[in-house]
């Protein structure tokens, strides 16, 4: 019995998944915990197709099976999310882990999603008789719950050239090495005309899905940074209400209180 497959094309993979039952297997970090001999496996670590970092002219096109040290290594890639995967366990883990894995998995811990969060990143699914481009906020459906069908692959991350220069990125563990985040936090400004033109916010391992709040940030769009420490406490007060941490070995408490006080870091090294 024939319990994994290799493909060397992402046709190949497409025909394998549209007619085996088979889990797709990137890095295998994730899906090593817990082994089982009865699941046959779709490799995807020789699908050349999902192993390239290019650009086009709007966007860098981020193949779902680069590992998070293809990541840090390419200079296409913007220095908040190289920071991130480089966060991200030890060598071992970065040099097979992949972004594709690390979305796939579904977790609000998932460090490289917390950037493709905060970077509005569209996803490219594909399966052999479709394709779909989707923003990252509507890829997850709750905790480990992704709206990805059997039949599917994620391709590429397709992430924005620009705006990503002026970046705020904390990821708080219980160690400082080797660490799974408790909080994580990042967030961009961006000022043009000595107006705020951008910001964009995203906490991770706080509620069952990454949150990202465009409708909350842009109370700050538009206002010069004195403007924008008028609305400063509405503006947190309306991050006060939406952010509803979940209880687990941590506290909610603890976890609401970080992501507060992060916030706060984040305006505060912005002027505001
Ligand atoms: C010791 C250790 C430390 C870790 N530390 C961190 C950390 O600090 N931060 C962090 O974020 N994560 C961490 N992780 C988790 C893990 O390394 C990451 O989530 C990694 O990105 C998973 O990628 P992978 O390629 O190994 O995924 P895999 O294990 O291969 O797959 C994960 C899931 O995604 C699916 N999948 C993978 N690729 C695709 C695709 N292209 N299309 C469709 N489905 C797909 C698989 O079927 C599976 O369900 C750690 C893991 C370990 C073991």
């Not at 090495?177 to 000595?194: C, H, Q, T």
């Amino acid at each position: 019995m024939v319990n994994k497959y290799l493909p060397t094309s992402l046709t190949k993979a497409l025909d394998i998944l549209a007619t085996e039952v088979v889990t797709p297997y990137a890095g295998g970090t994730d899906l090593m915990i817990k082994p089982d001999e009865n699941v046959k496996y779709l490799f995807l670590n020789k699908v050349t197709e999902m192993k390239n970092i290019v650009e086009d002219d709007k966007y860098i096109r981020i193949g779902a099976a680069c590992s998070f040290t293809d990541i840090i290594e390419n200079k296409l890639i913007p220095s908040i999310l190289k920071e991130a995967s480089a966060e991200i366990a030890a060598p071992a883990i970065r040099n097979l882990g992949t972004v594709g894995g690390n979305i796939c998995n579904g977790s609000a811990k998932a460090d490289s999603a917390l950037i493709f969060f905060l970077a509005n990143c569209k996803l490219r699914l594909v399966s052999n008789n479709s394709e779909r481009v989707i923003p990252i906020t509507e890829f997850y459906l709750g905790k480990k719950k992704t709206c990805i069908h059997s039949d599917e692959l994620l391709v590429e991350i397709l992430m924005s050239k620009t705006g990503l220069n002026n970046y705020y990125y904390k990821k708080v563990g219980a160690r400082n090495a080797l660490a799974i985040a408790r909080v994580s936090f990042a967030g961009v400004l961006n000022v043009e005309n000595g107006k705020i033109s951008n910001c964009s916010t995203a906490f991770g391992a706080v509620s069952d899905i990454i949150i990202r709040r465009a409708d909350i940030d842009v109370m700050l769009v538009g206002k010069t940074i004195e403007e924008a420490k008028i609305v400063k406490e509405d503006y947190f007060k309306k991050y006060d209400q939406a952010i509803l941490p979940i209880k687990g070995r941590i506290s909610a408490e603890y976890r609401k209180t970080v992501c507060m006080n992060l916030l706060r870091d984040f305006l505060e090294s912005n002027g505001i």
